[in-house]
């Protein structure tokens, strides 16, 4: 599948920020800043914190809003004795529709391994959600030239047990971690390098179908005065944006540079 039929996903996440007050202020700022034509070439999601999603999907849904729901991590059982957690289940119940999953800050600050990663992305699939899996290097293995391998290591370790129309059906989220909330950001050049590589390890593993059909975003300190260029990248088929995606018009020139 070529470039032209993915349509590009642009996801903001709001991470442990926005009460569910702020975060009905903010998606009605954001809504009055986008237009019509947008779900035409783009998809948007925004991923609020869970004490939001109620408050976001009533907005959505109430307006009409060309946005879907996402949620920022899930846990992978049903259902059970996980004091805090909250299931893929109750996530469906909300309309949510995208769940990240296995951002380097939950690798990083939680311990989420590439096994729970596995397990949460066989989860959401299993709850009618999509995943949009995240993968993406430390430094130190970003200047001993090891990313590829890192972040394929990550992709294949992630997607165990899926079956092809789920691999091309999900998102994958390329994310050098250090260019997360920093300002420095991937080059268009790098970023496209390495999604390029993924896209070229789901080819080479499961076929042109998956491969072709796969949507990788690159995430890292994406903001309105990079993102066109990033998004025009044969490789990249939209953006996961943190701080930016804070400010509605900066978030929405971000949607209409993917329009390009
Ligand atoms: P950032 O965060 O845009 O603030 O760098 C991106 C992310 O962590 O998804």
């Given at each position: ?86 299931s ?19 690798r ?64 994958v ?85 993917a329009r390009?």
């Open positions: 599948m070529a470039r032209a039929n993915r349509k590009p996903l642009v996801s903001g996440n709001w991470k442990m920020h926005l009460t569910h007050l702020e975060a009905i202020n903010i998606i009605q700022k954001l809504s009055y800043s986008l237009d019509a034509s947008d779900p035409s070439y783009v998809d948007i999601s925004v991923h609020p914190a869970f004490t939001a999603l109620r408050s976001v999907q009533t907005v959505l849904d109430a307006d009409d809003l060309p946005m879907a729901l996402g949620a920022q991590n899930v846990h992978w059982a049903e259902k059970g004795a996980y004091t805090g957690e909250v893929p289940g109750m996530l469906a119940k909300l309309n949510v529709s995208y769940v990240i999953v296995g951002h380097s800050e939950r990083q600050l939680f311990g989420e391994t590439d096994e729970i990663v596995a397990k949460k992305v066989a989860a959401v699939f299993a709850a009618g959600m999509t995943p949009i899996m995240c993968v993406g290097e430390t430094l130190e293995v970003n200047e001993a030239a090891t990313t590829e391998e890192r972040v394929l290591g990550q992709l294949r370790a992630g997607t165990a047990g899926l079956d092809p129309e789920q691999i091309g059906s999900m998102v989220a390329y994310e050098p971690i250090w260019a997360i909330g920093t300002g420095r950001h991937a080059t268009a050049d790098d970023a496209q390098a390495v999604c390029g590589a993924l896209r070229a390890a789901v080819l080479a593993d499961h076929g042109e179908g998956p491969g072709g059909a796969v949507r990788i975003q690159y995430g890292g300190s994406v903001k309105a005065a990079n993102a066109a260029d990033l998004m025009a990248q044969p490789d990249i088929d939209g953006v996961l944006v943190g701080g930016a995606s804070l400010d509605p018009g900066e978030f929405a020139q971000i949607v209409h540079s390009s």
